[in-house]
């Protein structure tokens, strides 16, 4: 009997036993996040923050940390972490994780991610040479253009006529055929959204068919070449009897004068530089005379001068003074 009794004490203690263990297992209590801290809590593009995570276990484990976070990137381990943040802007949340093995605990932060504020290209000059130009005539553009962020910068052009080439802050224009005034608009733009605009203008016009020169005494003679009668002829016999084509007055004043002939039609053409010095209406004694070509009063030799359309011909005429009649057949002083 006292050995039955033993037996059921026994087996009643180590039921209780196995109770109390049970009852001891039973009792993990998970850990608290009481707080985590982001710091700062804005960082421009790629900066970075810290995260300061404080949690406490009742049981004293040992406590494990998982971070995840919507944008960036997690460096280190533990309860104090970086945050690398990510390279575009916006706002970014991260969630921690904390585990004792039995049980775990959650929290989160925030980080605001400020994108860099960017700055628009700025154009100081866009220059065009030359600014008026012929039909076919090659132009340069060359723009100057500085960005404050340091972006590069692309160039792009718009012409109301003719064609660019090239690319980049300097390229090249050539002109339309048709004459008339033409805009070049240049955008420059950063790559980030900022441009900047400019317009420049080129006037295109027909060349000018012109003959020029000078008229002027040799050395030892002297004369008042001022409003000397310019002429163009379209033969020898025109010129001969003062039938003149064209006609202008000189420019400037005293030994040496030039002379500018414009709007002239392609050909062949003679020219003299005539002083009219008593009024007369003909070349007459003491008139100051001249020619292109050469020979004397008595017997001129005029050259012909060929006009090119769209081409300026100079020409350099010496001057002399008619001291009386010429022997030969020069009548324009004889007559």
């Not at 060349?207 to 002429?231: C, E, M, Q, R, Y």
């Amino acid at each position: 009997m006292k050995i039955l009794t033993y037996l059921m004490i026994g087996l009643l203690a180590l039921l209780m036993a196995s109770s109390g263990c049970s009852k001891k297992e039973d009792s993990n209590q998970n850990p608290e996040v009481s707080s985590v801290q982001v710091n700062p809590s804005s960082v421009t593009v790629n900066g970075m923050a810290s995260i300061s995570v404080s949690a406490n276990d009742a049981n004293g484990d040992e406590l494990s940390y998982d971070y995840f976070v919507s944008g960036g990137s997690i460096s280190g381990s533990g309860s104090s972490v970086s945050w690398n943040a990510p390279a575009n802007g916006g706002v970014f949340t991260v969630e921690v994780t904390v585990s004792d093995g039995k049980g775990e605990a959650t929290g989160s932060g925030q980080l605001t991610v400020l994108a860099p504020v960017n700055n628009n290209p700025v154009i100081s000059s866009i220059q065009l040479s030359p600014t008026t130009a012929n039909p076919g005539q090659v132009v340069s553009i060359s723009v100057s253009a500085n960005d404050a962020d340091g972006d590069q910068l692309t160039y792009q052009y718009q012409v109301t006529g003719g064609a660019v080439s090239g690319s980049g802050p300097s390229v090249s224009w050539t002109a339309p055929s048709q004459a008339g005034s033409y805009s070049v608009t240049v955008t420059v733009m950063d790559g980030e959204g900022g441009q900047a605009v400019s317009n420049g203008s080129i006037t295109v016009s027909q060349p000018v068919t012109k003959i020029t020169g000078t008229a002027s005494f040799p050395a030892g003679s002297s004369g008042d070449l001022s409003n000397a009668k310019v002429s163009i002829y379209t033969s020898y016999d025109n010129w001969n009897n003062n039938n003149p084509l064209q006609y202008i007055a000189a420019n400037g004043s005293g030994s040496n004068v030039s002379f500018e002939l414009t709007n002239v039609t392609p050909g062949i053409y003679y020219l003299d530089v005539w002083k009219d010095n008593d009024n007369s209406g003909g070349w007459s004694f003491g008139d100051f005379v001249g020619w292109y070509g050469d020979g004397g009063l008595g017997a001129p030799s005029l050259t012909e001068i060929s006009v090119q359309g769209g081409q300026t011909t100079n020409v350099s005429i010496t001057m002399m003074t008619i001291t009386g009649k010429q022997p030969g057949g020069n009548t324009k002083v004889n007559r």
